[in-house]
Antibody
């Protein structure tokens, strides 16, 4: 079955950047969008944006524009999300999720999550 | 964009049915038939339960069903079981800016 395996937990200082990876397997990587969703401790889910692995196109939630970059390396079926100028309130679990294969407007498989802690 | 509105909590006894609502606007839930629902157990990744308002992915119990009327979508769980206790989130695409997604705040389901 589809697998999305994310990189391990990170601890960063305010103002730094973090780059989270999401390695896909058991499906055609370039055929499905990859979305990034985050969840602050005890809070709900927040959509951050998507990348199209086929051509590298991206779209970000307005809140993150200017601070987030989403890239991919098709040779190793891996998507990346980099968030810069980290703040304390960026502390969250970051998930990658695959866009569904019907309409595409849903997330049918999720990575296990990567905890990013912003602490001085 | 604002989050979709869900009740903070719902509860029910085993065997009963419950419904979780997800209220948006004419720019999101009311505009598109692309509401999806996710179940999340503590410390786990979300799991897709319903997509495109009413569709159930392979492997998801037919006790889960979805519907929509106007700007409000609903998730119904029938024959409640202990393992249904979890957080549930709805999401929809929104045309308020580019084609973005917006989530509900989440509903904690307690099986009494």
């Amino acid at each position: 079955q589809v697998q999305l395996v994310q990189s391990g937990a990170e601890v960063k200082k305010p103002g730094a950047s973090v780059k989270v990876s999401c390695k896909a397997s058991r499906y055609t990587f370039i055929g499905y969008y990859i979305h990034w969703v985050r969840q602050a401790p005890g809070q709900g889910l927040e959509w951050m944006g998507w990348t199209n692995p086929n051509n590298g196109d991206t779209n970000f939630a307005q809140k993150f524009q200017g601070r987030v970059t989403m890239t991919r390396d098709t040779s190793i079926s891996t998507a990346y999300m980099e968030l810069s100028r980290l703040r304390f309130d960026d502390t969250a679990v970051y998930f990658c999720a695959r866009g569904g294969d019907s309409s595409g407007y849903y997330f049918d498989n999720w990575g296990q999550g990567t905890l990013v802690t912003v602490s001085s | 964009q604002s989050a979709l509105t869900q009740p903070a909590s719902v509860s029910g006894s085993p065997g009963q049915s419950i419904t979780i609502s997800c209220t948006g606007t004419s720019s999101d839930v009311g505009a598109y038939n692309y509401v999806s629902w996710y179940q999340q157990h503590p410390g786990k990744a979300p799991k897709l339960m319903i997509y495109d308002v009413t569709n159930r992915p392979s492997g998801v119990s037919n006790r889960f069903s979805g519907s929509k009327a106007g700007n409000t979508a609903s998730l119904t769980i029938s024959g409640l079981q202990a393992e249904d206790e979890a957080d549930y989130f709805c999401t929809s695409i929104t045309s308020s800016s580019a084609l973005d997604w917006v989530f509900g705040g989440g509903t904690k389901l307690t099986v009494l």
